[in-house]
């Protein structure tokens, strides 16, 4: 075993990222990361619909974050590639497990009587096909069950010109109580 290789992989420190680089990035910069061209085509009561074209930079999973200038606006930033592609260029599994999240999240509130989209308790994902740079792609989510504490959804990637499944998620969430206090 290489530990030493365990290790460097861990830490990255051959990325040329310093700490001080990621601490001085703006608050939630991820999810305008993730989300940028996501179209929303359809919402109703326990379903969400999206649509949105692989871009190049969900396929790196990781890059260096270079600001050039931070305004009021996260969306103010340039990508620096390093060269650090995802295996085969595809949709990276990440982005995928994030879309879960935000999608699988949004789906929460469309149900009556709903204030908080609550807080993750598991994501899981099954990855099944792959998504490559300029495929459209659907993201569905349905709300299976929200009740007064817990609330789980599933998500579902499409490739919009086939409908063949690219992954299927499943995201649980603990609907914070209110106290009666």
Request: aromatic share 8%.
């Amino acid at each position: 075993m290489d530990f030493e290789l365990v290790k460097s992989f861990l830490e990255k420190s051959s990325s040329g990222v310093s700490s001080e680089d990621i601490d001085s990035m703006p608050f939630r910069f991820f999810e305008p990361m993730i989300m940028s061209g996501l179209k929303v085509d359809l919402i109703e009561r326990g379903r969400v619909l999206c649509s949105m074209k692989v871009p190049p930079r969900l396929l790196t999973p990781f890059s260096c974050f270079v600001f050039s200038e931070i305004e009021d606006s996260v969306t103010n930033f340039l990508f620096r590639n390093h060269g650090l592609k995802n295996v085969g260029n595809s949709l990276h599994g990440g982005a995928t497990a994030a879309l879960v999240d935000v999608v699988g999240s949004s789906v929460i509130m469309t149900m009556d009587s709903v204030t908080t989209t609550g807080v993750s308790v598991e994501i899981n994902v099954s990855y099944l096909d792959a998504a490559f740079v300029g495929d459209e792609i659907e993201i569905e989510a349905k709300a299976l069950r929200v009740g007064k504490a817990v609330a789980v959804v599933s998500v579902e990637f499409r490739k919009k010109k086939t409908g063949k499944i690219i992954a299927q998620g499943r995201h649980t969430k603990y609907l914070a109580v209110s106290s009666k206090l």
